[in-house]
């Protein structure tokens, strides 16, 4: 079964490292089946262009702004990045919501601009522990899909996939038991089916992040009900990240 794989740099490598890595990564993974896409800091995305145009290898990036254009000194526009051929940008990340205080609201409108812009989104949701040792955890990620999804037609989920991304299990080494994953997306699905259709669930795109490595992808990708990984930490190693990205699921 084809799945779609997304390594998310984060705020890691330096255009010069990035070169060689996106070279290396469309070698490897010619001919396999699945989507692979890297989502490397802005700065690498024009070099992305050149060397990975024409090949396997999808890019994203991993923020944007929520307005089109104009006095917003530091920001990045989805028409820029479209313009530089970015399939896919991430909205929402743990990391953004905590560390940049992005609420839902904002999460909302990016989505809309990028969507507007012809960009796929990955939609990162997902609960702190607090939340989840309250048994708060589904009733905190509906709400999150319920705001981020406001106005948003089914048609236009064919462009969202949704990224279940516990905050803690993020970098700790340590994917959650595929049976608490199960769970959650199931909800997710759940959730979209009653805001849309039973069908919309059923096709919506539901990706796991969190600790996937070289050592616990293959059990997390038998789940059938995931359509693939976002992976941070273990994406930064080409040879690793290829290797993932390769096999046949
Ligand atoms: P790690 O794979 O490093 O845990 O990061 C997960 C993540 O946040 C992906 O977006």
Request: hydrophobic letters at 25%.
């Given at each position: 079964m084809k799945k779609i794989i997304i390594g998310n740099f984060k705020m890691n490598t330096v255009p010069s490292e990035f070169k060689p890595y996106a070279m290396t990564l469309a070698t490897k993974i010619k001919g396999t089946k699945n989507e692979v896409v890297i989502c490397p800091p802005f700065t690498h995305l024009s070099m992305a262009r050149e060397i990975l145009s024409g090949t396997q290898v999808l890019y994203g990036a991993q923020n944007l702004a929520e307005?089109?254009?104009?006095?917003?000194?530091?920001e990045i526009s989805a028409s820029m990045l479209k313009d530089l051929g970015t399939s896919y940008v991430i909205v929402g990340h743990s990391e953004r919501r905590g560390k940049f205080k992005e609420t839902d609201k904002v999460v909302n409108k990016k989505i809309k601009t990028a969507l507007a812009n012809g960009i796929k989104v990955v939609l990162c949701v997902g609960e702190n522990l607090q939340t989840k040792t309250s048994k708060q955890a589904n009733a905190f990620v509906r709400k999150q899909l319920e705001e981020a999804l406001r106005?948003?037609?089914?048609?236009?989920?064919?462009?969202v996939v949704v990224a279940y991304e516990p905050i803690w299990a993020s970098g700790t080494g340590k994917a959650i038991s595929n049976k608490d994953i199960v769970k959650m997306v199931e909800t997710i699905r759940n959730f979209v089916g009653e805001l849309y259709s039973e069908k919309a669930g059923k096709n919506l795109n539901v990706l796991y992040g969190g600790s996937v490595s070289l050592s616990n992808y293959k059990k997390i990708m038998s789940i059938d009900c995931i359509d693939g990984v976002v992976i941070g930490g273990a994406s930064l190693d080409v040879d690793n990240f290829a290797l993932i990205c390769k096999e046949k699921y």
């Open positions: 307005e089109e254009r104009g006095e917003f000194t530091g106005g948003l037609f089914e048609n236009e989920l064919e462009s």
